[in-house]
C-alpha cells in the first residue's frame, strides 16, 4: 500500500485525483496540503469527498509532506511547484508534478514562455514527461515525473503516430482545441464565471498559449525533426472535455483506413487508447481517463479528431496511471481495473 | 428626449438596461459611471454593445452625474446606493434605484435583514415601491423609485390578486423559488463560478434571504393584513430566468377556473402580465418583460407558478417600465412598443 | 462471478448499469437485448463503451435471456416489463426490474395511475421494493426486486427517518422535486430537445405524476400510517441530478440538530446515505450511488434537502447494490469498493 | 404596412421572425401556416408568443397565402420549398425563402449535395442571394431572395473582404465551425436530444456538409476565382450561436492591423458588421443581428474569428434585413432602430 501526499488540494485537480484515489486498491491518502492555516477536513472543502476520507488538509511544507509518504502529488501553481518540487525529493519521496514547471526540457523556452526564471533548471533535462502512451519506459524508474498539460495530451496523442510513421508534414499543423471551462481552475476570475461562460464560445491567447512549447518538444522528439504547430485553444460552455480538430499537411496519399492502421500499431496495447471509427465526442470519454481518435479526410484535407477529459485523462488521471507505473503496478489501477 | 445616467455600469444590470435603452426612442444616455478612473468605453466592459453607444465610463460623483440627467438608474451595490442617492436627488434629476437600499419601509427591518444601519433613513417612507403593476398610481410623480428585487417582484406577482381577493391564507405561504445564475452579478466568486454552477442545483440562504421583508412588506400592504412567506431560493444551471412555485393554503372552496379568473381581472389591461392556461417555462419569457402566471391543483393542494426573466422584469426592464411612467410615456416604450 | 443479461440495453439507465458493470469483480455481463434485428455491438449503440465489452446486443427472447444468466435487469419500459418478468423467472434467473410495473402493490393503484391494466397481478403483493436502506432483510432472498424510481427514492430517503419517528404529520407534505433531463429517456420527443429544455425551467405532470403513489406507498408502509403528498416535479437544465426541496409539517418542537440526529441513527451503518450538514448540490453526488441529505428550518417551517444522481442512485447504482445484496456481496461492490 | 405570411411556422427559424416582426412598425403578419388541420393559435405552437400576435396556423396552400401577403418568408424544409415558392410567386407576392432550395446556382451541383433532383431550375440563376453586405443593389428589386445558410453567412463575412483584396489565396482554407444545437431545428432526433448534447462537443459531416458549395459559389463570385474550402462543423452545447475560426493561407506580408483595415473599409456604412479588435464571442452577438469579427496571427498563421447568432444573423434577422431592403426600407428597421 503505497502512502500518498497531495500537495495544494483545494482545485479540481486535486479533487479529480481524490476521487480516483479513494477507489484505489494500492494507495492510501495520508496528507493533504494548503497554504491557509485552517485544518479544515477535506470533505469541507470538496464536499463531494464527504464520507470517503479522514483527513484534514494542513499546512504542511514540501519536506514534511515528503516524509509522510511514497508518492506526492503536486498540484501547485507554476512557480509554486518549483520551489516545492526540490524538496519534496529531498524529503526521499517520489512526486508526480502537475504543474508545467518541469514540463520543459529548455529553462530558456521555459523563461520565454512562463515569463518567469526557472530556480531549478538543472533538474528539467533529467525530468520524465509523464505521458505514459509515448515514455512508459521511462516512467517506471524516474523520481520526478512531470504531469502532461491537458490540451498538450490530446494533441500530442493525436499526432504523434503520423509523425513517427512520417506520414504528415512536422510543420504547418494548424491544432483547433476546444476545452470545457474546468481547464481554468477553481479561483475565481470573470472569465470563468458562469454568466460570462455559459451559452459562449470564444478563442484565446492566440499564439501565446503555454501549452504551444510543450507540443512542440515531444512531438519533435517522437517524429525526429523540429515540430511547429498552430495551436488555438477556444473555450466551450461545458464542464469537462477537450475536442481537438488537427489539420496537418499530409505527405504522399494515404486512405483513411491505412492512417487509421498507423494509429493502432502505435497504440496496439495501450489500454487508454481507442482508435474508433466515428466521431468521438466529449461526452463518450468523460469520467474516464480513456483518449478516443479518429481520422477523416474533407476532400484532401486530413482531420484528426482526439477528445479527452481534460481533469481525467488530461490531468488526474494521468497522473494516477503514473504513478502505478512508477509502482510497478497495473497502469489501469483505479480506473479501468480494481 | 430624456437624458438618462446610469450609476455602476459595469454589471448585468446595467448591462441589460443599456440594450434596452438603446433601442428607446426617448432617452438618451449620457453618462455611465464607475470608481474606477479608467475612462473606459462602455464596449470595452460590455463588448456586446459595441457600435450601439458613443460613451466612456467615467469616475463621476453622484452630484456630477445627477447634474447631467433627467433619470438616473442607480445600479450600485446596497449601501452604496444610499449614499449616493441623496446626492442625485439634490442635484436635481429623478432616480430609479436598482439596490436595495429604498425598498423597505421601516430602517429598522432593514438594519434587522441587511446587517448595517442605514443612513438615510427619513427617506423610507416616501419612497415609491417601483412595481408598476401594484404601484402604478404612485410612481407617475415620485422623484424615487425603488426597483423591487428579482425574486421579488415575481413572488408578489404570483400572489396579489389571490391575497388581495383573500382566498389564500395570508400565513404559512411556501415560496421555492429557482434562479439563473446570472442574478449572483458579476463580480467574481467561488460560488458563481461555471464549474460549481453548471450541472448543479442546490438551495441557499434558507431563512436568510434579504428578498423575505421586501416580499411580505408589499403583499401586506396588498392584502390588508400580515403576510409570512417562507422563501427558499435555489440555484439553476442556466444563466436568466426566475421560476417560483408558491404552495398557499386556500380559504374555501375554489376551481382552477375561479382562480385564474381572479389573476385576469386583477391585471386587466396590464401589457406585461400574461396569465396562461399551460405551465409557464422560464424560456418563455427569457429577454423579455414578460411575466407568466398560471395555477394548479395537485390534489387539493394550490400551486401557483410564475416565470420572469430576472435581468429584465427583475430588474431592467422593470426599471424601464418605471422611467417610462415617470416620463409619462407608455409603459412598454423601449420593450414592447418604439 | 454471476452472469448478468440486461433488458433493453439501448437506453439510459442500461448505459449507466454498463458502465458500473464494467469494473464490478464478481459480475460478467453475458447478454444484452434489444427489440431490433440488428445485431449492432454495445459500442455502436453507447460509443462510451468501446472497449469494455465484448458484446452484440441481440434479439433474445426473455426466456432466451432468462437462460443464459443468474440476474437479469430488465430496463424495457412499464408494460413490456409485465410481459417479460413472468417468462425471466420462469427462466429460471432472478429480476431486478428498473421498470414502474412491479412497484406498487395494488394492481387497482397501477391502473389508476398508469392507465394500464396489470396482466401479472397476482405478483405485486409478493415483490421485493428495491430500496436497500428500508428494505435490506427483505432483498437478499427476493426473486424478483421493484428497483425503485428516481424521485422516488429520493424523497423516500428525505421522510423515512423523520415518519418513522413520528415527528411529522404524514399528510399535507409538499415535495418540490427538480430533475435533470436525462430523467426523461433517451427517446426522441420535442420535451427533451436540447434547444426546448436549455436555459429553460419549468414544472409538468402536477398532480399527475406516477410516482406518487410509489412514495405514499412506501412512507406509508414505513410511518404505519396513511401518508398523502403533494408531488411537484421541475425540469432543471442539466444532465444528471434530483434535487428535492421538500416541506413537511412539524409535530411538535424540534430543532435542527436533533432531526438530524434522527437521520444520521436511522442511516447508521449505511454507506450511500450521508446526512450532512451543508447544503447539498447535485453536483456533490453526481456519478455517485450516493444519497446527501440535510434539513434546515425557514423560520417555523422545516424543510428538507435530498439530492442524487437520478441515474445512478435513482436508478443503476442502486440497481446494482440490489444485486449485490442478492448475491450476499458487499452492496458497495463495483461502485464504493472492488 | 407590408403584409406578411410565414409558411412553415411551428420551427425555430418562424419563431425568431414572428419576435422581429411582433416590433417591426411596417410589416404585420397576416398568416402562418402549418400542414397541419389544427388551426391552432400561433401561442399554442409558441407559447412564448403569447399576447404578440392574434393569428391561427392554417394549413393554407401556397397559393392561398400569397395571395394575402405582400412577402411571405419560406420557412419549409428544402425540397418542400422549391415546391411553394412558385406558387407563391405566381400568386403575386415577394418571397424571402429560408430554406437551401434556391441558394445553390447550379442544379447540378444542388443535385450532388442535397440528392434530389431540383423541380424548378430555371429559377436558380435569378434569384437573387440574400446576403446584405454582399448583394445590397440586388435585393431591392428582387421578387424572390434565397435566405443564406447560418454557418455560410459566417464563413462568407469572415472571408469576403480578404478575397475581395486578395490577400489570402482563393484554395486550402480550412474553417473549423462551432454552432449550438438550436441550428439543428426543431424535430426530435436523437442527435438533437438534451442528454446527448449537453456537456459534449464534437464534430459532423466532415467532407459532406451542404453550406459547402454554398460557401464556395459565393465567395467565388466575390474574389473572382474559384474558392475551395474544407468546411468542418462542429457542435457546442448551447442554444445559439455560430463561432468560426478560420485558416486561410496569406498572400504576402500583411500585418494584423492592415488586415482589419481591408474588413473595415468593406464592411464601411454596415449596421450589424461589427469588426473589432478583441475576440468577439458568440454571447456578444447572442440575440442580435451583429456578425463580430476580427483577425490574429499565431505566428505566422492567419486565424479570422466570426461570430453570429445562427437563428438571427443566421437566419431571421438576415430574412428581415432582406425584407426591409426589398420594401425600401431602413435595413435595421425592427432589430436596431424602430
Known amino acids: 500500500m503505497a502512502r500518498v501526499a497531495i500537495l495544494g488540494a483545494t482545485g479540481?485537480?486535486?479533487?479529480?485525483?481524490?476521487?480516483?484515489?479513494?477507489r484505489h486498491p494500492q494507495a492510501e491518502v495520508v496528507a493533504a496540503t494548503t497554504r491557509q492555516d485552517s485544518r479544515l477536513h477535506i470533505s469541507s472543502i470538496h464536499p463531494s469527498l464527504t464520507g470517503l476520507f479522514n483527513l484534514r488538509c494542513e499546512n504542511l511544507?514540501?519536506?514534511?509532506?515528503?516524509?509522510?509518504?511514497?508518492?506526492?502529488?503536486?498540484?501547485?501553481?507554476?512557480?509554486?511547484s518549483m520551489e516545492a518540487v526540490p524538496q519534496l525529493l529531498d524529503a526521499g519521496c517520489r512526486v508526480v508534478d502537475l504543474s508545467a514547471d518541469y514540463r520543459l526540457?529548455?529553462?530558456?523556452?521555459?523563461?520565454?514562455?512562463?515569463?518567469?526564471v526557472h530556480t531549478d533548471p538543472t533538474r528539467l533535462s533529467t525530468t520524465v514527461y509523464g505521458l505514459p502512451e509515448i515514455y512508459a519506459d521511462k516512467i517506471p524508474a524516474a523520481e520526478l515525473v512531470a504531469n502532461p498539460g491537458c490540451y498538450t495530451s490530446t494533441s500530442i496523442l493525436a499526432l504523434a503516430p503520423l509523425l513517427a510513421a512520417k506520414v504528415i508534414e512536422p510543420t504547418g499543423i494548424i491544432i483547433d482545441a476546444k476545452s470545457g471551462i474546468s481547464g481554468a481552475g477553481r479561483t475565481p476570475k470573470l472569465?470563468?464565471?458562469?454568466?460570462?461562460?455559459?451559452?459562449?464560445?470564444?478563442?484565446?491567447?492566440?499564439?501565446?498559449?503555454?501549452?504551444?512549447?510543450?507540443?512542440?518538444?515531444?512531438?519533435?522528439?517522437?517524429?525526429?525533426?523540429?515540430?511547429?504547430?498552430?495551436?488555438?485553444?477556444?473555450?466551450?460552455?461545458?464542464?469537462?472535455?477537450?475536442?481537438?480538430?488537427?489539420?496537418?499537411?499530409?505527405?504522399?496519399?494515404?486512405?483513411?483506413?491505412?492512417?487509421?492502421?498507423?494509429?493502432?500499431s502505435f497504440y496496439a496495447g495501450q489500454p487508454f487508447i481507442r482508435v474508433v471509427d466515428h466521431i468521438p465526442t466529449t461526452k463518450d470519454v468523460s469520467y474516464t481517463n480513456f483518449c478516443d481518435i479518429t481520422v477523416r479526410f474533407n476532400r484532401d484535407q486530413l482531420v484528426i479528431f482526439?477528445?479527452?477529459?481534460?481533469?481525467?485523462?488530461?490531468?488526474?488521471g494521468v497522473a494516477v496511471q503514473n504513478m502505478n507505473l512508477m509502482l510497478g503496478?497495473?497502469?489501469?489501477?483505479?480506473?479501468l481495473s480494481c
Open 12 to 22: 479540481y485537480t486535486a479533487l479529480e485525483l481524490l476521487k480516483i484515489l479513494a
Open 61 to 80: 511544507s514540501p519536506e514534511q509532506a515528503g516524509k509522510m509518504c511514497d508518492i506526492a502529488f503536486c498540484c501547485l501553481p507554476h512557480t509554486a
Open 191 to 264: 472569465s470563468n464565471l458562469f454568466s460570462e461562460c455559459n451559452e459562449s464560445v470564444t478563442a484565446y491567447s492566440i499564439g501565446k498559449h503555454r501549452h504551444t512549447p510543450e507540443i512542440e518538444q515531444v512531438l519533435g522528439d517522437v517524429g525526429g525533426s523540429e515540430v511547429q504547430v498552430a495551436f488555438n485553444p477556444h473555450l466551450m460552455p461545458m464542464d469537462r472535455g477537450i475536442f481537438c480538430s488537427i489539420y496537418p499537411r499530409l505527405i504522399g496519399q494515404h486512405t483513411q483506413a491505412e492512417l487509421l492502421s498507423i494509429f493502432r
Open 105 to 116: 526540457k529548455d529553462p530558456g523556452v521555459y523563461e520565454t514562455w512562463y515569463e518567469h
Open 329 to 335: 503496478l497495473d497502469q489501469r489501477m483505479g480506473m
Open 306 to 316: 482526439a477528445a479527452i477529459d481534460n481533469l481525467i485523462k488530461g490531468a488526474s
